[in-house]
């Protein structure tokens, strides 16, 4: 299967600081159509997972241009641009190119 | 609007089976896929499978075979999952998702909210 790492397990922000996460997959993301099946995910306390970017860097409706997507191929990143309150949670990645579909372990966000 | 109602919690004890209802609204619901995702206590996603509701067919992750099994009621509309030989291993929050194809890329935009499933003698 393939393995998502997410880095780091907790990251620790003050409100408008810029926070990055870091994806990382034990294989190549990009399927043989040529795209990258990579998505980010947050969850809220107490609430079902959201999507926020598809495709590594198109964002999903309704989701604010302070979230950015990038990478390709096995190294993926989500950059916050100004953390606001209603940013705090976990985010996942998910991989939809190799069966099994893959989730990351979560990258918590929380306020200093 | 589309929406994802998830049946109520459930205890069951060690042994049994358990089945929970995703009732879909809002969209047409043979045209778009329902994955399922658990969420053991404090711990990450993990994706059990996926089924096409329009043909019925299903995509299982290996480690889910002979665990979960889905299936669907197009008449309401509604998708199932039934667990069978549950251990307190299956003690989880469990999601139902629409997947959307948009010919590059592929999501779940719209999520239930959750099923909690203790199993417990």
């Known amino acids: 299967d393939v393995v998502l790492t997410q880095t780091p397990v907790s990251l620790s922000v003050t409100l408008g600081d810029q926070a990055s996460i870091s994806c990382r997959s034990s294989?190549?993301?990009?399927?043989?159509?040529?795209?990258?099946?990579l998505e980010w995910y947050l969850q809220k306390p107490g609430q079902s997972p959201q999507l926020l970017i598809y495709g590594v860097s198109n964002r999903f409706s309704g989701v604010p241009d302070r979230f950015i997507g990038s990478g390709s191929g096995t190294d993926f990143t989500l950059k916050i641009s100004r953390v606001e309150p209603e940013d705090l949670g976990v985010y996942y990645c998910?991989?939809?190119?190799?069966?099994?579909?893959?989730f990351g372990g979560g990258t918590k966000l929380e306020l200093k | 609007q589309v929406q994802l109602q998830q049946s109520g919690a459930e205890l069951t004890k060690p042994g049994s089976s358990v089945k929970i209802s995703c009732k879909a609204s809002g969209y047409t619901f043979t045209s778009y896929d329902i994955s399922w995702i658990k969420q053991r206590p404090g711990q990450a996603l993990e994706w059990i499978g996926a089924i096409n509701p329009g043909s019925g067919g299903t995509g299982y992750n290996e480690k889910f075979k002979g665990k979960a099994t889905l299936t669907v009621d197009k008449s309401s509309s509604t998708a199932f999952m039934q667990l069978s030989s549950l251990t307190p291993e299956d003690t989880a929050v469990y999601y139902c998702a629409r997947g959307y194809y948009g010919g590059y890329s592929y999501y779940f935009d719209y999520w239930g909210q959750g099923v909690m499933v203790t199993v417990s003698s």
């Open positions: 998910f991989q939809a190119t190799h069966d099994p579909w893959t």
């Open positions: 294989q190549s993301l990009e399927y043989s159509d040529g795209y990258t099946y």
